[in-house]
């Protein structure tokens, strides 16, 4: 089964609203990742936050992770018709002992932005 | 930087037929990986290699599905024979080798194969 799990499956919000997008998981992490896709292109990394981390900021995106309900929100503020795209959380299982080793995709969100 | 890149970026091809799949990760990267990407199953994971060595291969459908990296340039993903359920976009990614707390880097993607077998 997915590790990671989104939610809503998609969202659709006008242009200038926040959008917010929540993943949750089963196992222990040493990182959960936010990927966006656009249509046919290939997942391109947002941001990366570790498991001693409980927030953090990247320009309008803004991710949140806790631990103790195994659940991340990404945030994105001011949204823009260009944010229009696939969102996907991805884990990295404290199982996984390679450095660089696998990250598990969830299904993602498709968030339509409209202008 | 020319990022992660795949070709051919379309295959249409007849069932039976064998595929090959080519990625050229970033320069540098010491991982690289194969994904699958169907609306049904999402995106998996079918093999990855560091430093040109295959490390974990268990995503790999089958054995008509193979995976090789010949150097640190170039890999590909080969089905022989193929058919239509392997249809489906098939992305490559390359990570770099962080150091210290930062050994775990992000991926990064080619804009991946779309593969249609007939």
């Known amino acids: 089964s997915q590790q990671g799990e989104e939610d809503p499956q998609a969202l659709s919000i006008q242009e200038g609203e926040n959008a917010t997008m929540n993943c949750s998981y089963k196992?222990?992490?040493?990182?959960l990742q936010w990927y966006r896709q656009n249509s046919g292109r290939g997942l391109v990394h947002l941001i990366l936050i570790r498991s001693n981390e409980r927030e953090k900021h990247s320009g309008r995106l803004r991710v949140t992770l806790d631990t103790s309900k195994k659940s991340s929100s990404l945030l994105i503020t001011a949204s823009r018709a260009a944010d229009t795209a696939s969102y996907f959380c991805?884990?990295?299982?404290?199982?996984?002992?390679?450095?660089?080793?696998?990250?598990?995709f969830g299904k993602g969100i498709t968030l339509s932005v409209r202008p | 930087d020319a990022g992660v890149i795949q070709s051919p970026r379309h295959e249409v091809t007849e069932m039976g037929q064998e595929v090959t799949l080519r990625c050229k990760p970033i320069s540098g990267h010491d991982y690289l990986f194969w994904y699958r990407q169907t609306m049904m199953r999402g995106l998996e994971l079918l093999i990855y290699?560091?430093?040109?060595?295959?490390?974990?291969d268990s995503g790999m459908p089958e054995d008509r599905f193979s995976a090789k990296m010949p150097n640190a340039s170039f890999s590909t993903l080969k089905i022989q024979p193929s058919e239509p359920r392997d249809s489906a976009v098939y992305f490559c990614?390359?990570?770099?080798?962080?150091?210290?707390?930062?050994?775990?880097?992000?991926?990064?993607f080619g804009d991946g194969t779309r593969l249609s077998i007939l």
């Open positions: 991805a884990t990295d299982a404290v199982v996984n002992t390679g450095a660089n080793s696998k990250l598990t």
């Open positions: 290699f560091n430093n040109n060595v295959p490390i974990d």
């Open positions: 196992t222990s992490i040493n990182n």
């Open positions: 990614a390359s990570s770099p080798l962080g150091q210290g707390r930062f050994r775990r880097q992000p991926q990064h």
